[in-house]
């Protein structure tokens, strides 16, 4: 049951480059979407979250975009830092539901 | 910085012993879940409660799982007879509300069945 994925299992950047992650959904009637960064032996940390009535939502270096017509999302780390070196998930949830679908993480190396 | 605590952070166990995982969620959450991801695989649902109540579960979370919060603080979840591919990381999880919003997780309990 891949309704999330993740193609990309792993990236690596320069530091100060942009890093961008990509997700993609299967399932129309998700309409909130959700990235978290994972480091190894912690829980996910919530890092941005976009709703389907956006088409884009900014925090600070991060920046999601979401293009529902493609059934597609992407995280943008502008500029990269070391410390952004982790296991990225994309998560998504269908309205009148509890429970978040993960896909399977794209790891990011950011090169010093 | 309020947080979800899980304990404990590692826990063996023998095959068809039952184990008890422990979480005490942000003071006022609401909403509480548990999700598993087993080693290299994606992180999976297995249950959300709300109201003192499971609101919605996994197919995975079969009649050997239960989850409680006795006490008003405490979220647990247990597995009454511990089968090897139960073998995962735990995370425990809390929100403020459904809808639009994210999900705080802990830091994981790494569960081993030997």
């Known amino acids: 049951d891949q309704q999330v994925k993740q193609n990309s299992p792993s990236l690596s950047v320069q530091e100060g480059r942009i890093s961008i992650l990509n997700c993609d959904y299967t399932?129309?009637?998700?309409?909130?979407f959700l990235w978290y960064k994972k480091y190894p032996a912690e829980g996910p940390t919530f890092l941005i979250s976009i709703s389907s009535i956006k088409d884009k939502n900014e925090d600070g270096r991060f920046t999601v975009f979401l293009n529902k017509s493609a059934k597609h999302l992407s995280l943008h780390i502008v500029p990269s830092q070391p410390g952004d070196s982790a296991v990225y998930f994309c998560?998504?949830?269908?309205?009148?539901?509890?429970?978040?679908?993960f896909g399977t993480g794209t790891r990011l190396k950011v090169l010093a | 910085e309020p947080e979800v605590t899980q304990t404990p952070s590692h826990q063996v166990t023998q095959m068809g012993q039952e184990v008890i995982l422990r979480c005490v969620p942000i003071?006022?959450?609401?909403?509480f879940y548990w999700y598993r991801q087993i080693l290299g695989q994606k992180v999976e649902f297995l249950v959300s409660f709300y109201n003192n109540e499971i609101s919605e579960k996994s197919e995975i979370f079969d009649d050997q799982f239960s989850v409680e919060r006795p006490d008003g603080s405490n979220f647990t979840l247990k597995i009454r007879s511990t089968k090897l591919e139960d073998s995962a990381m735990y995370f425990c999880a809390s929100s403020t509300r459904t809808g639009n919003t994210e999900a705080f997780f802990g830091q994981g309990t790494r569960l081993t069945v030997v």
């Open positions: 003071s006022n959450h609401l909403y």
């Open positions: 998560a998504a949830r269908r309205s009148g539901t509890y429970k978040y679908i």
């Open positions: 399932n129309s009637m998700f309409d909130y």
